[in-house]
């Protein structure tokens, strides 16, 4: 079973940057979906990037061209690099893990994603 940590967050002047690190235990982790999501208050939860197995990402519109995620499959670690970050960008983030099920592209919703990390706060100052 996959266990997941966040960790980085933190607050930063807009225009600032900061690196989301999620720390991953289980053996399946390599073969599944990794993706983050935030949920800012009042504001339901958004997806905001997603990773497949070979490497491939897919981000919210709103996020394109400021944020990367990548991982590190040695050190069992997804990140989320933020650059340009905005107020709005101030939300709760958490990392996730799910097994696509019947071999599904890995998507930010296209099918409930069962394991969660504790999630970690981004604040952008003005």
């Known amino acids: 079973q996959e266990h997941l940590v966040e960790s980085g967050g933190g607050s930063v002047q807009a225009g600032g940057s900061l690196r989301l690190s999620c720390a991953a235990s289980?053996?399946?982790?390599?073969?599944?979906?990794l993706a983050w999501f935030r949920q800012a208050p009042g504001k339901e939860r958004e997806g905001v990037a997603v990773?497949?197995?070979?490497?491939?990402?897919s981000y919210i519109n709103s996020v394109k061209g400021r944020f990367t995620i990548s991982k590190d499959n040695a050190k069992n670690t997804l990140y989320l690099e933020m650059d340009s970050l905005k107020p709005g960008d101030t939300a709760t983030y958490y990392c996730?893990?799910?097994?696509?099920?019947?071999?599904?592209?890995?998507?930010?919703?296209?099918?409930?994603?069962?394991?969660w990390g504790q999630g970690t706060q981004v604040t952008v100052l003005k």
């Open positions: 990773i497949d197995s070979k490497g491939s990402t």
């Open positions: 996730a893990a799910e097994d696509p099920p019947g071999g599904k592209w890995c998507t930010l919703g296209g099918f409930e994603y069962n394991y």
């Open positions: 289980g053996d399946a982790y390599r073969n599944y979906c």
